[in-house]
Nanobody, 115 residues
């Protein structure tokens, strides 16, 4: 069974940094896409960063220039470096992987940015 586990969420002051990690376990034939999403209370899920076998990473407009997504060569983990955090970055952050057949999500990790 494929599982994704996020870690690194925390409470941080505005202007601070956090690094989120996503660990992938279980047998998976292939991974075409890796991504980070977030959901703030009362808002729709939002794309944060995504990378595919065709290219990337690409970033959502609100985080571009502040966040950096990276992946390891074995595709067993990937991370999201978040700098210059602002209160509007507060939310639950989810990692996701997908291939031609299915999509997998982590359980989410809470990021709270205080002003």
């Amino acid at each position: 069974q494929v599982q994704l586990v996020e870690s690194g969420g925390d409470l941080v002051q505005a202007g601070g940094s956090l690094r989120l990690s996503c660990a992938v376990s279980g047998r998976i034939i292939s991974i075409n896409t890796m991504g980070w999403y977030r959901r703030a209370t009362g808002k729709e899920r939002e794309l944060v960063a995504i990378t595919t076998n065709s290219g990337g990473p690409n970033y959502g407009p609100s985080v571009k220039g502040r966040f950096t997504m990276s992946r390891d060569n074995a595709d067993r983990s990937f991370s999201l470096q978040m700098n210059s955090l602002q209160p509007e970055d507060t939310g639950v952050y989810y990692c996701m992987i997908s291939n031609e057949w299915t999509q997998y999500w982590g359980q989410g990790t809470q990021v709270t940015v205080s002003s």
